[in-house]
């Protein structure tokens, strides 16, 4: 970025346009094959995880025999129940099963739906990426701004004071921010839905909620990004060239430090899509996040393994997408290998 910025005018369009084409080839060139490999990764890494949750659930204590009959259930009951479930049988033998259904994507059904596990992800999956979606976008529209105040005014009072606010914003747990927003917005100045989704006025809690913390986290990394930019070379060169200050800041300095908060935001989003449990649970949203705590109360195998394929594959495909995404902020970056020298 500081190349483009120092370097000369071309005498001509045709170098530009050769330039060009060499980095469209350098961008594109090794993309499929990256792509793949990814994938390739990807594949294993879910195969490992669900092997891991697999294994890990059947060793946890507790028994969805139990928890589907309850405390009344006779050892009868019981061990009617397991049979129907498959839970009779060796480990190994369930798991030899569990793979021949998740080759046709079929993982079960759910103890406690009484419907196919995969169908019952997929529908409260929505819920979730709007959830998800919305927070992430609002904590981009506010904290890269903020991140750029502060960096603008690093080390004076006012810069101190939105730190220490902050400070304040990261420190605090969500659950206790999501339930003091309901008793200010939905108790003692009801204008807001408390929980569930009945309208779009009922996302801006949550919402808030999720925001407060990555608001928070995103602004100072931004903050530190833009501060170290700022003491870049290229920055004194342009200014006395002339360039506007703004352009310094929003073109040069905030494009050189985008991969690092493209980084940080891609992992927040693959988290919330993974579903914001406590916020969630708090708000009662009809998300992935209380689908998974009512699936761990119930014992609820086929659920809990079918939230973990739906959500693990989303977040494999967002940090896919952000990688993507490097070569475009920084033409340097080659895929697969890093910066170039």
């Known amino acids: ?78 061990a009617r129940i397991r049979t129907d479930m498959g839970l009779d049988q060796s480990v190994f033998v369930q798991y030899l099963k ?14 406690s739906f009484q419907a196919p596990a995969f ?60 339930l003091m927003l309901i008793t200010v917005f939905a108790v003692l100045i009801p204008v807001l839905p408390p929980a ?49 200050e703004r352009e310094l800041i929003w073109r040069y300095s905030l494009r050189n430090s985008a991969i690092p908060v493209l980084t940080a935001l891609g992992t927040r989003f693959a988290s919330m899509l993974n579903g914001v449990v406590v916020v969630e649970v708090v708000f009662a949203w009809p998300g992935v996040g209380s689908l998974v705590v009512r699936a761990l109360e119930t014992r609820d195998y086929p659920l809990i393994q079918a939230t973990v394929l739906v959500t693990a594959v989303l977040a494999i495909l967002v940090q896919l997408l952000v990688d993507l995404c490097y070569p475009l902020l920084d033409p340097r970056v080659r895929l697969g290998k890093g910066r170039s020298k």
């Open 1 to 78: 970025m500081a190349d483009q910025l120092l370097a000369p005018m071309p005498a001509s369009s045709a170098p530009a346009a050769t330039t060009q084409r060499g980095v469209l080839s350098r961008l594109v060139g090794p993309m499929p094959r990256y792509i793949l490999r990814r994938l390739g990764q990807s594949v294993l890494t879910v195969f490992l995880t669900l092997t891991t949750v697999f294994v890990l659930i059947r060793m946890a204590p507790g028994d969805p025999a139990y928890s589907l009959a309850g405390p009344l259930a006779s050892t009868e009951d019981l």
């Open 119 to 178: 169908d019952v992800v997929l529908s409260r999956l929505p819920y979730t990426i709007t959830l998800a979606v919305s927070a992430i976008l609002l904590t981009t529209l506010v904290a890269i701004p903020l991140g750029v105040w502060m960096a603008r005014r690093a080390d004076t009072r006012r810069e101190l004071a939105a730190n220490a606010v902050t400070i304040a914003g990261q420190s605090m747990p969500d659950f206790w921010t999501g």
């Open 196 to 244: 569930g989704f009945t309208t779009w006025s009922s996302l801006i809690l949550p919402t808030v909620t999720i925001a407060v913390l990555q608001v928070a986290l995103i602004s100072r990394m931004v903050r530190r990004e833009m501060v170290g930019a700022f003491l870049s070379p290229y920055i004194t060169v342009g200014r006395a060239r002339g360039v506007s």
């Open 98 to 111: 569990y793979l021949q259904g998740l080759l046709h994507l079929d993982l079960g059904t759910s103890y």
